[in-house]
């Protein structure tokens, strides 16, 4: 499958924050765009301020599938000195102090690859890394081990840790590979077992030989020549990069690139360069083992035996994982010389059988071997091998003899067939993880719900699917123009109600901003300030979109010119060289050809055939330039519009955010007078509320005072009652008081019925009631006083305190003395009404008695 390789750009930031920049890139439209408004279109423009973990993300993903796959894959950084080629790979070092979130794409890369092969424990796998360095066109082994194996990823790191002290600094180039090779039946009963390589290439920046090679290699490429006749050769950075360009892995190129005005010349080199390699397209296949496809097992349709068959093998396995453990306990537990000896006798017993069966079981694994083949190690890689290799081996069988020939010729027609069959599923595999691929390359989509790409295969068990799938990092993966968003909405910039709309078009679409922007437009058009802005905004939004498609359109068009350009160099070759070859047949022919003007021994119809082509080949040439002209033409016009689309999507920005900033402004105003207005608000109803606190604590006090004068007055009128009934009692006892006595029984009485009015009077005024109407001295009670007593209330008024204590003191014993008078009129009163009862009944008895002599004195 052809894959083009992949540009990625990296600015380096500028060492100073107020540097001037000479570069810039948009990670919305993938443009990088120098001062002089010349523009790179690559696949990922990465922003200035782009972190690790985002630069890994944003392409990394569809390689780490790839790779699992069992494709190779490759990053190769290019780049001027000190522009962060090295950071971008390794990260700024392995030891504690260096930060997890500066990790660069190697380290990121082992972390995941282990994290997806933990996740698939069906897997087998074996993992090695090299690290090596090319100094002077001479290879320096950094691990000094050549191939090492990492059984986990602690392993690995430590040897990340360990080659980054024992590299060599300097302009050289540093190449990184990890290589898996993998091993699991799928649920069809079919064996997969592949390999692959990933590298990691940090190359040496100008002037450097290996690099100037490289670039041949990229231009000879570029220029259509096919891989097989390139000398990769010529030196070993070439050799080693093979299968980055022109070969068969899937290829990343990053430009690291200086921002600085000083280095742009070096910048644009590095640029062009990046865009040369855009044109390579590389071959990535799957690469299978001989024994890959083989069935372990067939699959449900030929029956449920040969499941059973596999369920056999692995409980054999495990059976057999079982006993030997068993066999280390039983050793152990014998040495322990714990254990009786009927029991030790049962354990020897055990021990032989279980030596007996080893035996058994090697001897048939010994002549499976010799059967089938070695069963350990890893068979042969089968490379993409052509066909035609494969007839040369059943050619020499055919030799031999009749019937080696036709099982041979039957044997080359399964392997063909096979083969076919490979061809036919590696390109389907590689349809369906390119599109992937592209579709995931041409969305920004932020989310990386990763499918594995075994996920595809046919093969796959249901069981690693489900346990595969995940997302990555969600708030890692974001874009550059995403990224700005969320700032923007993180700054409030942007509407709670917009930033919903963000969130819903992050889901949804690929690219938010222009419909965000559109809408929070169209929801300030009612404001008549925004309402100019709406309609310029509009305006260069149509020619935006109208300049947009111009330009896809040119582009279009630019590549069908290319892809004539190339059927025409290559006619032109071909022209060439048949122009070569027929002059030589010429001169060959005829040795005095210089000679023999006349040319009679000339083959005249080789001359007019020479003369056509050369007529030919300068048509194709003129056409040549015309067609280039027209790609220059075409390619200015493009670069002028990206320019402009660049300009018109500033401004667009620009408009909108002014205008976002406008109806902000207009909103907050309001905003702030809504809120002065309801502060004040709340503070008058505050003072309303700290005054009537103040009364309500005032209220309080006075409340609190009240009821401990009416505590106390009960207290008194206690005292004054237990007096009353001591008293009462005497009289009740003795039948009299003395003077003094009866008198203090009136003024408790008295005292304890004043106690008890006054007791009402507070409980009133506690209760909020108006004190009784007697008591207060209300505008109507003055009204119905006589003079007298006006003029007496009057007085009362200007009493003092002690004057009226006093008065009162006075008046309360005159009414004990009025309650006594009232006491000896009342006893008084009794004793008159004792009288006059006793009177009566005499009376009475009288009259009785009167009447009972008076019927005597009749009846006589
Ligand atoms: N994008 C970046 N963010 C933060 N720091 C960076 C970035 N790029 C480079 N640096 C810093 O700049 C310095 C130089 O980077 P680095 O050594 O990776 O450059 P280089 O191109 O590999 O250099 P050389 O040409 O020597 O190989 C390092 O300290 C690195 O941490």
Redesign the pocket.
């Known amino acids: 499958m052809d894959i083009p390789v992949q540009i990625a750009v990296?600015l380096?930031?500028p060492s100073l924050a107020d540097s001037t920049q000479c570069i810039f890139s948009n990670p919305v439209t993938q443009i990088v765009i120098t001062e002089s408004g010349q523009t790179f279109h690559v696949n990922r423009a990465l922003p200035v301020d782009?972190t690790q973990a985002n630069l890994f993300n944003s392409f990394m993903i569809p390689q780490i599938n790839c790779f699992l796959d069992g494709c190779d894959t490759s990053v190769v950084v290019f780049?001027?000195?000190?522009?962060?080629?090295?950071?971008?790979l390794f990260g700024?070092g392995f030891e504690c102090i260096h930060s997890e979130s500066?990790q660069g794409i190697v380290p990121r890369f082992l972390t995941e690859i282990f994290h997806k092969l933990i996740q698939m424990p069906e897997r087998e796998f074996i993992l090695h890394i090299t690290w090596m360095q090319i100094v002077n066109n001479n290879i320096f082994d950094v691990l000094g081990a050549g191939l090492v194996r990492c059984y986990n990823l602690e392993e690995a790191f430590q040897y990340l840790q360990l080659g980054w002290r024992q590299r060599c600094?300097?302009?050289n180039h540093t190449v990184f590979t990890v290589s898996v090779e993998q091993k699991w039946v799928g649920t069809n009963g079919v064996l997969n077992h592949r390999m692959s390589t990933a590298s990691f290439c940090?190359l040496?920046?100008y002037p450097e030989s290996g690099l100037f090679a490289l670039e041949s290699i990229i231009k000879e490429l570029l220029a259509g020549n096919p891989p097989k006749q390139i000398n990769y050769d010529q030196c070993i950075l070439t050799a080693m990069l093979r299968d980055s360009f022109g070969g068969r892995a899937f290829t990343w190129v990053i430009g690291?690139i200086s921002t600085e005005p000083e280095d742009y010349q070096d910048t644009l080199k590095i640029l062009n360069l990046c865009l040369c390699c855009r044109g390579i397209k590389n071959f990535v296949t799957v690469n299978l083992f001989a024994d890959n496809n083989t069935p372990v097992y067939t699959d449900k349709s030929i029956g449920q035996q040969n499941d059973s068959n596999f369920n056999l093998q692995f409980a054999t396995t495990q059976w057999i994982k079982l006993v030997s453990n068993a066999e280390g306990l039983f050793n152990k537990i014998l040495q322990s010389k714990s254990l009786s000896e009927t029991d030790i006798n049962h354990v020897t017993e055990w021990l032989f059988l279980k030596a007996e069966c080893d035996e058994c079981l090697n001897t048939d694994v010994g002549v499976d071997n010799k059967d089938v083949g070695p069963k350990q190690g890893l068979p042969r890689i089968a490379e993409d091998t052509e066909p035609s290799e494969l007839s040369d081996d059943q050619t020499d069988a055919e030799s031999d003899s009749e019937e080696d020939s036709h099982s041979d010729t039957l044997f080359q027609d399964k392997l063909e067939k096979f083969m076919d069959y490979f061809r036919e599923k590696n390109d389907q595999l590689f349809a369906e993880r390119c599109e992937e691929y592209l579709n995931h390359i041409d969305s920004d989509d932020i989310t990386i719900s990763e499918t594995s790409g075994s996920q595809s295969l046919p093969i796959m068990t249901s069981q690693s699917n489900s346990g595969r799938r995940r997302t990555i990092h969600p708030g890692e993966s974001l874009s550059g123009a995403e990224l700005e968003l969320l700032r923007k909405v993180a700054a409030k910039a942007i509407s709670p109600e917009s930033q919903k709309i963000i969130i819903e078009s992050h889901k949804k679409d690929l690219d938010p901003e222009p419909k965000l922007i559109e809408r929070e437009l169209l929801k300030m058009i009612d404001s008549p300030k925004t309402e100019e802005i709406c309609k310029k905004y509009k305006v260069i939004k149509e020619k935006y979109t109208q300049k947009q498609i111009l330009a896809r359109k040119l582009s279009k068009e630019i590549g069908s010119s290319q892809t004539q350009l190339k059927e025409l160099i290559n006619l032109c070759i071909a022209k060439e060289r048949l122009i070569d070859d027929l002059s030589k047949t010429v001169s060959n022919q005829n040795k005095n050809y210089l000679d023999r003007i006349d040319g009679n021994l000339i083959d005249q119809d080789t001359l007019k055939e020479i003369r056509r082509h050369e007529t030919n080949l300068k048509t194709y040439k003129k056409q040549i330039d015309q067609i280039k002209k027209q790609i220059k033409k075409d390619e200015k016009r493009k670069n002028t519009l990206d320019v402009e689309l660049v300009k018109d999507k500033l401004k667009l920005d620009e408009i909108s955010e002014t205008s976002i900033s406008n109806d902000l402004k207009d909103r907050k105003t309001h905003s702030l007078k809504h809120f002065t207005h309801r502060i004040t608000q709340l503070d008058s109803i505050l003072k309303e509320k700290t005054n009537d606190l103040e009364n309500l604590q005032l209220s309080k006090e006075k409340e609190l005072m009240l009821r401990k004068e009416i505590k106390n007055l009960r207290k008194t009128r206690e005292c004054l009652h237990e007096q009353r009934c001591s008293l009462g009692h005497k009289r009740k006892i003795y039948k009299s008081l003395s003077d003094s006595e009866e008198r203090k029984l009136l003024e408790c009485e008295e005292a304890i019925e004043a106690i008890d009015t006054a007791i009402e009077y507070k409980n009133n005024l506690i209760c909020g009631k108006s004190p009784s109407a007697s008591l207060s001295d209300t505008h109507d009670n003055r009204e119905s006083r006589t003079r007298g007593e006006q003029m007496l209330m009057a007085r009362l008024d200007k009493l003092s305190h002690d004057e009226m204590k006093t008065l009162l003191y006075r008046y309360f014993q005159k009414v004990v003395d009025l309650r006594g008078a009232c006491a000896a009129l009342e006893a008084g009163v009794a004793a008159a009404a004792d009288e006059a009862a006793a009177w009566r009944a005499r009376a009475a008895a009288a009259w009785r008695h009167a009447q009972r002599l008076r019927p005597n004195n009749h009846g006589r």
Do not use: I
């Not at 780049?79 to 971008?88: A, L, N």
């Open positions: 990296r380096k930031p782009c780049g001027q000195p000190k522009t962060g080629k090295t950071y971008t700024s500066d600094q300097g302009n940090d040496a920046a690291c």
